[in-house]
């Protein structure tokens, strides 16, 4: 084992769309390397998949445990593997694993977790579940998370265990609005907290109108001189969130007075901060790295229920 012997190391691998992030990891859950790359898998046919994991091989040989997760378990990954049913847990997860061999190299691929809620409609996730797993590990076991992003998981952990939770799509819509179209043309800087923002969220949250309505009315903002130029983005990324914290509210109820993890890039989880911290919750931003860690840990360690 080339970096930092340990008989009990084992890799863990996050495969996005885009990126590519892999992990050795110690047992005592420490990362002794790491390795991050824009591999990400819908860039890559199946010869590249197999080079990609050959270079992590080479750079850690010894290591007989390989677990990876996200969309290389996807319909565009190397194999389909199927969603495991809410609620979840490590031994779930582990239990659902596929065994599959990429090239000479041997991998376990993680599943991800569906669920129904009330009114019947599904949700999935693939990817989360592993920082969701260490964030039990490292002692949030129940509660409310959320992990922001292009798409936001709002997610419900009972016991450790992964329940009930949707997904919003608002981080896409941001960058597809702004990066493109109408809203394109009144946005100048990057969002950040302030009056705009947290206007953005008030109105998002109170659902007056439908989201496409309040979106156009932040053209007319701008047009108007009641929104300046420079505060579009803010006021529009506080209009998303604000709509999330809404549905958030509808299926949770009340948060004033809870504190929410939050797993994610800091810019971005600092935003969902303020916002929580404008209907009177507390968010507490964990490390994605860590809680990566730490789950993968977990599953490794799970027993079969």
């Given at each position: 084992m ?21 992990y ?35 750079r850690?040989?010894?290591?007989s ?21 809410a ?97 394109a ?8 907290d ?108 799970a027993h079969?229920?």
């Open positions: 080339s970096r930092g012997a340990d008989e009990n190391a084992i890799v863990g691998i996050n495969w996005g769309s885009s990126k590519f992030r892999a050795l990891i110690a047992g005592n859950g420490e990362a002794l390397d790491e390795v991050v790359t824009s591999a990400g898998v819908v860039g890559l046919d199946r010869d590249g998949m197999t080079r990609v994991i050959a270079e992590v091989a080479a850690w040989p010894g290591v445990t390989i677990y990876a997760s996200g969309m290389i378990g996807s319909n565009v990954g190397w194999v389909q593997v199927p969603y495991v049913d609620p979840a847990g490590a031994s779930q997860l582990r239990a659902g694993a596929v065994v599959a061999a990429i090239g000479d190299v041997e991998l376990k691929i993680v599943p991800g977790v569906a669920c129904r809620h009330d009114d019947g409609a599904p949700d999935v996730l693939r990817g989360e579940e592993i920082e969701l797993l260490g964030l039990a590990a490292l002692g949030t076991r129940d509660g409310l998370v959320a992990l922001p992003g292009t798409h936001t998981k709002w997610v419900g952990l009972d016991g450790g265990r992964i329940g009930d939770f949707f997904t919003s799509m608002s981080g896409e819509l941001y960058d597809r609005l702004t990066g493109q179209g109408l809203l043309s009144i946005v100048e800087n990057e969002a950040s302030g009056d705009a923002f947290r206007k953005g969220v008030a109105v998002g949250r109170a659902g007056r109108f439908s989201l496409g309505t309040a979106l156009f009315g932040a053209r007319a903002r701008v047009m108007r001189g009641d929104l300046a130029k420079a505060d579009a983005a803010s006021y529009l990324r506080g209009l998303l969130i604000g709509a999330e914290i809404a549905d958030t509210i509808a299926v949770h109820g009340p948060l004033a007075g809870r504190t929410v993890p939050l797993i994610g890039n800091a810019p971005l989880s600092a935003l969902y901060s303020a916002a929580l911290e404008s209907v009177g919750a507390t968010a507490r931003i964990v490390d994605s790295g860590r809680a990566c860690l730490a789950g993968f840990r977990a599953l490794h360690e079969d229920d």
